[in-house]
């Protein structure tokens, strides 16, 4: 007997109601399987490859939806084979779960005659048997689900890169530089992009790190699709499962909806984890699968998920030694340890300060809307004596200062920090050197003052730097409490 009309109008309001995918195969799944007195359904989507299952919604009339379907393999393979609908009565197929189906129903889902998946049901009732007006009212559900599929599976893909390439506007994607070390880097990225290997990259904080794994990214053949970096160490362990894997409705305190992990989000593309080292042991045994399966369960969810993605993983730690002391799985490293890149620290490439000093300034400039030209001769030989600790990111941290700090259309060493102006030049031979320096400094500095009766404007100029500058030597060499005697003496 062929289904109510109603049936179809319900369709047509579930359809109209949401864009969200998986609301909507929800919705299909609980209709057709009510309708046509089916103990369970299923929509299985065909990813990008045509080849496996990217998507799998289930309906039980027991245990409701959102649960892993039960099918016949066999009856599925033959609809995408043959890309026409089936109709089983009295068959002798088992589903996953072991139970004998009695009755099935699939058809394909097809778009611009390209298959997509299919809708499925069946029965494992003794009693149960479908009708060709069945089959023939599910082909013509099949129909309009698949346009509808489609799209909603191709709006959240749109949103996903929306949302994607508004992140990149924010970064500096460029890496800076022409010495040795960067030109080793260029040919790595080269070597590695066209590849789907896993690349790990070691340095200490601040090398850019991320700017590489973007360059492998933007020269692979994913290009085209979502680059997505998470930072390990910047998210708690609980919020940062759940930023991975994504979660369900009702997974935990707070989760009053669904919601995509970083996992889906990337895939098609590349997924960066930035600080590896410090995923926690559990977080680290469910990537481990990831690489392993391609597949994954968002947190209080029960169906798997397959992923398309390729890993760039970063760190600052030795995870040879975290793996002595237990804090890092030794079959995980393996996997990530693949093809490995070590980015140079900035006091090992020197010669491309002045070039990285160029860029920030101008970056900075131009954000703070201020005329600079660049680093007068005094800054430079600062910057290049420095050993810069925090690598690439403290000397842009050090040159945005300078740029909101300074005065003048050059930055000067007292628009420096602190640290980085009374850093002695490298290779400095031994303490005695150095404090005799800071005498003369010393030296300096109250003569000027004693020559302008402890007037700090005229002795910064006697000594050719900035009132600024001559304030902060005098706190750091400790010369206040001579101050106050030469300011004692001239006022007699």
């Not at 369900?248 to 098609?268: H, M, P, R, S």
């Not at 760190?315 to 990530?336: E, H, M, S, V």
């Amino acid at each position: 007997m062929p289904p109510d009309r109603n049936a179809l109008l319900e369709i047509s309001a579930a359809i109209h109601s949401t864009r969200d995918l998986e609301t909507l195969e929800k919705h299909l799944l609980e209709i057709v399987s009510r309708t046509l007195y089916a103990d369970r359904g299923a929509i299985l989507l065909l990813g990008e490859s045509g080849e496996q299952f990217a998507s799998v919604c289930g309906w039980d009339a027991h245990e409701g939806l959102n649960r892993p379907a039960g099918y016949s393999r066999a009856i599925i393979d033959q609809v995408l084979r043959e890309k026409a609908p089936l109709l089983v009565n009295r068959d002798s197929a088992t589903a996953p779960g072991g139970e004998q189906i009695t009755a099935a129903l699939c058809v394909p889902l097809v778009v611009f005659q390209q298959i997509r998946g299919v809708l499925y049901l069946d029965s494992t009732d003794p009693h149960a048997r479908f009708e060709t007006e069945q089959l023939e009212w599910l082909s013509a559900v099949g129909g309009i689900a698949a346009l509808v599929l489609e799209d909603a599976r191709r709006i959240e893909w749109l949103e996903g890169e929306n949302q994607r390439l508004r992140a990149e506007i924010a970064v500096a994607h460029e890496m800076v530089g022409a010495g040795p070390a960067i030109r080793e880097m260029e040919k790595f990225i080269a070597r590695a992009a066209p590849t789907n290997s896993t690349v790990l990259i070691r340095g200490e904080s601040g090398t850019g790190k991320e700017l590489v794994a973007r360059a492998i990214h933007r020269n692979s053949p994913r290009c085209d699709r979502a680059f997505v970096a998470i930072n390990c160490a910047a998210i708690t362990d609980t919020l940062l499962e759940s930023e991975l894997f994504g979660h369900e409705k009702g997974a935990f305190t707070g989760a009053t909806g669904q919601q995509k992990g970083k996992l889906e989000v990337a895939d098609g593309g590349t997924l960066f984890l930035d600080e590896v080292g410090e995923l926690a042991l559990s977080l680290q045994a469910k990537l481990l699968r990831v690489l392993q399966e391609r597949e994954f369960e968002r947190v209080g969810g029960t169906r798997p998920i397959r992923v398309d993605i390729r890993l760039i993983a970063a760190t600052n730690r030795d995870l040879k030694a975290a793996i002595q002391t237990g804090a890092f799985r030794q079959d995980l490293y393996y996997r990530l340890n693949v093809v490995t890149l070590t980015t140079p620290p900035l006091r090992q490439r020197r010669e491309d300060i002045p070039l990285l000093a160029s860029h920030f300034i101008r970056m900075h400039a131009r954000q703070a809307r201020r005329q600079v030209r660049g680093v007068s001769e005094g800054a430079l030989a600062h910057l290049m004596q420095y050993d810069w600790p925090g690598n690439i990111r403290e000397l842009e941290n050090a040159l945005e200062r300078a740029v909101v700090l300074g005065s003048t259309e050059w930055v000067l060493p007292e628009d420096l920090p602190e640290e980085v102006v009374e850093t002695e030049p490298a290779g400095a031979a031994g303490t005695h050197y150095h404090e005799t320096v800071k005498d003369s400094k010393k030296d300096l500095i109250l003569k000027a003052l004693q020559q302008t009766a402890g007037n700090y404007t005229e002795a910064a100029r006697l000594l050719g730097i900035h009132p600024n500058y001559l304030h902060r030597l005098i706190r750091n060499l400790n010369l206040k409490a001579a101050l106050s005697k030469i300011s004692a003496t001239a006022s007699r």
